[in-house]
């Protein structure tokens, strides 16, 4: 199992900056891939950024230039740096796991943190 627990959400204007974190523990080895999630009203679950095992990270269009995804390994933390926020960007915010473990793909999930921004 995987424990991840999330910090850093909160109420912020447009055009302000927040910086998510996720702290892992448990069977954290065996991780290929972290990112972050995020879910507003009414709408499905998307993807916003993912780092993989070698580093390599992607991003949802809707946030490439404003978001930056990394990873410190010796605390085993993913972070989410938001600037340039947007009222779009309201949601709550997910961390996610993925593990491969003998051909077989576990995924982790946080609590969720609330990010929301005002106009």
């Known amino acids: 199992q995987v424990q991840l627990v999330e910090s850093g959400g909160g109420l912020v204007q447009a055009g302000g900056s927040l910086r998510l974190s996720c702290a892992a523990s448990g069977s954290i080895f065996s991780i290929n891939a972290m990112g972050w999630y995020r879910q507003a009203p009414g709408k499905q679950r998307e993807l916003v950024a993912v780092?993989?095992?070698?580093?390599?990270?992607n991003y949802a269009d809707s946030v490439k230039g404003r978001f930056t995804t990394s990873r410190d390994n010796a605390k085993n933390t993913l972070y989410l740096q938001m600037n340039s926020l947007k009222p779009e960007d309201t949601a709550v915010y997910y961390c996610?796991?993925?593990?491969?473990?003998?051909?077989?793909?576990?995924?982790?999930w946080g609590q969720g943190t609330q990010v929301t921004v005002s106009s």
């Open positions: 780092i993989t095992r070698g580093g390599s990270t």
């Open positions: 996610n796991v993925r593990r491969l473990v003998s051909g077989t793909t576990y995924n982790y």
